[in-house]
């Protein structure tokens, strides 16, 4: 279970305030998958930096299974059990994606094992398992990497920074089985989609939609989905227009 109580992020932009998320106070149940949608710099990517550990509160709490981690390390956030994959991926020089695989997993994994995470994000896996994680990997790649190594960690709370983005249509197909087979094996867990499509809309338990850095919405996907898609008021009223059917990109 993760909790926000009224946590803020304000930045210094060129010797301005600017508030990036403006107190937001959230809670995720486990045992449920969360899909985060909103504008385009609506705040859900630095939302989820600040679960991470990556961006520290200007004011407020995260409450992590009844831990305070509001000032707790990336690294110590992930001990606990918080994985996340990043809007844009990280590449490791030097490292191979088996080391990758292996890193996250916390343990030695075997090739077979590594294998079926590469497959189950759509890459052949023999392909893949000795390259480097560098640029000579196309964007869709490491975004796949990334995903499985997220996967691969099965940690209580996993986080995904639209996980959509520049993967083509056949892959997207399995990334919803991927997100709905992590969801039938949740246990005491939970999932939080950051996405702007509405497939993956689709699947949430519970959607949550942040604008301007505020929390505009949260509730059961019945109830929040067909008031962002049913009506073009509706949509207009929360600049969706970035809920896409289906994966064009
Ligand atoms: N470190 C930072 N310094 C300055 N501005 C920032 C910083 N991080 C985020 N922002 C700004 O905060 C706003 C929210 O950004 P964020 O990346 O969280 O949006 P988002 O909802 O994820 O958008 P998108 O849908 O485009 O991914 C944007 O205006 C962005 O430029
Ligand atoms: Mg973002």
Redesign the pocket.
Known sequence: MLQLENVSFT?E?EGKE?Q?IKNVSLSIPDDRLFVVT??????????A?LIAGI?VPTSGKIIFNGVDITDMSITDRARLGIGFAF?QPVKFKGMTVLDLLRIAAGKRISITDACEYLSSVGLCARDYISREVNSSLSGGELKRIEIATVIARNTPLSLF??PEAGIDLWSFKNLIDVFERMRENIKGGSIMI?S?QERILSIADEIIV?KN?ELDRQGARDEILPSLIGTSSAISDCKMG?VKKGAEE
């Open positions: 930045v932009v600017k990036i909103g504008p385009n710099g609506g705040g859900k990517s630095s939302l930096k961006y809007q920074d639209e950051i702007h942040l850095g970035a």
